[in-house]
């Protein structure tokens, strides 16, 4: 566990260090869970609830305009990942599966949600694959982007992330000391060669300078060790939407996930990068409002 405490010290540093005040465009509050407290927005009305959380180093804020699309038809809950946004680790947390689905459903249980739709992306969504093995009766549906099977993530990292992110301790202090670069090269690379990562970029390098997280090392640590027979068991309805022109996955095949997952439906996005979410909310909001036989008015 040094290296959950490595990032527990580097991330509380440069929450204690930052000297801005963070201006959050959208209500945010804290809730308790297992694994720690978390940054959670939630609209508060007592129709079907979609949980999602940003991909970082995407935070809250990027999803505005999805949630303004959403909220007149739904309860959508948004809330950071801990170790990344404004979710501050504890020492204890490794970014385990099991971890991850405990934020996931100490969410729910914090704020009184008895089943929820899980929109999740990328590594998060095996967080939600998990939830949805732990507790399928409170998971009514899966909407996954840009989530393949756990070997193709596990190959996915040893191409894209720096090796020696992979080394326990160095990795997170390399992560954290060169967070902000590794950010805007990471929207450079995620997103179509047509859209101005400074769109998505500047939102997330702000929340990098006024204390935000970005734990990439320990996520890509914990989760080569994960085994992908505990996904398995996903028996709830399964929707995986897949950005064709995210560059960092030219590699991965977007049906990979259907080995583990026959029942998955996969949707591609030809015109989309990394994000499907925040890229064309109009489109992705369709699709999951559609699962309830809704649609945008």
Known sequence: MISAYADFLLTHLSASVS????????????VDTPVGSVRVYDSGSAMAAVIMVPDGPNVIEHYAGLIKLLSPQMRVVCFDMPGFGHSLPKQSYGHKLDQGAQAVLGVMDSLGIDNATLAFSCANGFYALRAATLAPQR????LLSQTPSLEAMHAWAQHTIPSLFSVPVLGQLLAWLFRKKVASRWYRKALPRSTDPRLFGDMGIEALSNGGCFCLASVVQALVHEKAEVLTDVRVPCTVIWGMQDASHLRTDPSSLVEWVPHANVVEFADCGHFPDIEHPSRFAEILLGMGGASIT
Do not use: C, Y
């Open 139 to 142: 998971i009514t549906h899966l």
């Open 19 to 30: 000297k801005r005040k963070v201006d959050h465009a959208l209500p945010t509050r804290r």
